[in-house]
């Protein structure tokens, strides 16, 4: 284990004290991007801790971000190795937890190719088109009624839906897998591949408390589940038992056929079992969970919420249903879903990176093998770089032109650099449109007896962090006006 104090000639990092063994571990806390947040108020923005044996260090403002994702991302742009992703992703075969090497460049180029390109998310807009008014249907028999409508699952399962009629040509009301079923394996899967592993952080004896606690077990189960899934997807597509056009799985299964080349690698059913993977955890809870943040956001902030939906409104005039082309006019939307993020990022710490070769940020020396995490919910909080940051306000992306697309590093739901996300096109088409219809067709009001400052904003922990509580708000179908 690398320690400063032995090593004169590199500078002391700032580091919070901790305990022989654990290190810091203690401190880190079911919400660890809240704990390092706080932290790094005092210790600032560039934070060393030992995670038991495990050198961190941890990035906190904007430019301390550019260093690590900019002007030193080829360093530090490979993953650790960690025993859950390991042990789901038929050893690091998928895109986000593979080591940076030949073979993540060709299956990242594959799926930026095939799977999340334009071309790509043009052609499932028929699916989006169906699932939405799906989903419209069903809060509006909720408005007929005045009951309220849960918006964490309203927003999951559109989501759901999306992205496993795109990746498995299957809808999961009442076909095969039943859904309940389907999300506990999903559900799982995220929660093992977020879970706190001994084996990560304590070397040698660390596998022990994994196996006594049950983790490991958990695991095992998590990652049968999963493959048991995929095989009977594989089956589906074999007995042509699927709907629509060629999906997620019909393409890999082709490639897989034509012999595709990943690396030194032929494509097998692993490599696409570990593809799909980082299709459902990725693609699945990120939209969701973005969608029912704005909308909280938006109940907690009645100004916002009525100039929105004037905006939509306006825009679109009196229809049934609203295109995928309208979403260009919608700009007070697309701040609104910029200040979501900026206050409620899906993956509040990234993924986390480890240096590959030794680098400096702010005159700190970087050792190999250190494991780098940037913390993008502080970075939202930064009074240095947001005035007022507590307050939900879109108007402060108006005069200008930051986005989400990973080149400002004030704003980076998506990551930056080499690892940032491969799908932010089809993200952020999902939440725009879902947002829209939501906002277009009904008025939201709060149930009886809640009112604004009732509306919380816990979070639930995990990779992703989503609204602990769930959003409930009463439906009204909108008044048409003409
Ligand atoms: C609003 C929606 C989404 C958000 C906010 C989001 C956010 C992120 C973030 C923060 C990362 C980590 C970047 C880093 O470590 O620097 C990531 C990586 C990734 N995302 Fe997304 N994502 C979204 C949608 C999707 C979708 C729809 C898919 C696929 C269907 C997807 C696939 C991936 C993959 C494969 C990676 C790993 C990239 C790599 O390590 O090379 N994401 N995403």
């Keep these: 284990v690398f320690n400063h104090k032995k090593h004169p000639k590199y500078r002391q990092f700032p580091c919070p004290p901790g305990f022989p063994i654990i290190g810091n571990l203690h401190q880190i806390g079911e919400l660890p991007h809240q704990t390092l947040w706080k932290l790094s108020k005092k210790y600032g923005p560039v934070m060393h801790l030992m995670l038991g044996r495990v050198p961190t260090v941890v990035v906190s403002s904007s430019d301390t971000a550019r260093q690590v994702l900019r002007v030193h991302d080829l360093h530090c742009c490979t993953r650790p190795s960690l025993s859950g992703p390991r042990e789901l992703s038929y050893n690091y075969l998928d895109i986000a937890f593979s080591p940076y090497d030949d073979y993540w460049k060709e299956v990242r180029k594959l799926c930026v190719q095939e799977l999340f390109s334009t071309k790509q998310v043009h052609s499932i807009q028929p699916i989006k088109d169906e699932e939405v008014k799906k989903m419209i249907d069903s809060i509006a028999e909720s408005a007929s009624q005045k009951n309220p409508v849960n918006l964490n699952n309203k927003c999951l399962e559109l989501t759901v839906s999306v992205v496993c009629r795109t990746a498995f040509g299957v809808s999961f009301e009442g076909t095969v897998l039943n859904s309940d079923r389907f999300n506990k394996i999903v559900r799982e899967a995220l929660e093992m591949l977020g879970s706190f592993s001994a084996a990560d952080f304590i070397p040698y004896v660390g596998w022990i408390i994994d196996v006594l606690t049950g983790l490991q077990g958990r695991r095992e189960r998590s990652k049968r589940d999963l493959n048991a899934f995929f095989e009977q997807m594989f089956d589906l597509h074999k007995e042509g038992k699927k709907e629509g056009n060629e999906d997620f799985v019909d393409l890999l299964l082709r490639l897989e056929k034509e012999e595709a080349v990943l690396g030194n690698d032929k494509l097998t059913r692993n490599h696409i079992k570990a593809i799909l993977l980082d299709v459902l955890l990725a693609g699945i809870d990120t939209s969701a969970i973005t969608m029912t943040w704005a909308m909280t956001e938006l109940a907690r902030n009645p100004r916002v919420m009525k100039k929105v939906q004037s905006e939509i409104r306006t825009q ?63 970075i939202g909080r930064d009074p240095d770089t947001w005035k007022d940051p507590e307050v939900f306000l879109p108007e402060r992306f108006m005069d200008n032109n930051i986005d989400a697309k990973g080149q400002h590093f004030e704003l980076l739901p998506f990551g930056g650099g080499r690892r940032i996300c491969p799908a932010i096109y089809m993200g952020t088409t999902m939440v725009e449109f879902g947002l829209a219809n939501l906002l277009y067709h009904f008025d939201w009001k709060l149930p009886e007896g809640v009112e604004v400052k009732d509306i919380d904003v816990e979070e639930a922990p995990g990779l992703t962090v989503n609204k602990k509580n769930e959003l409930l708000l009463v439906p009204e179908m909108r008044r048409s006006c003409g």
């Design 316 to 378: 679109m005039g009196n229809r049934s249903m609203i295109s995928f082309e309208d979403m260009d006019q919608l700009e007070y939307l697309k701040m609104v879903i910029k200040e979501t993020w900026r206050l409620h990022p899906t993956t509040p710490l990234l993924l986390p990176r480890e240096a590959m070769s030794e680098f400096d940020i702010n005159g700190y020396t970087i050792p190999v093998k250190t494991r780098l995490h940037v913390n993008v919910w502080a």
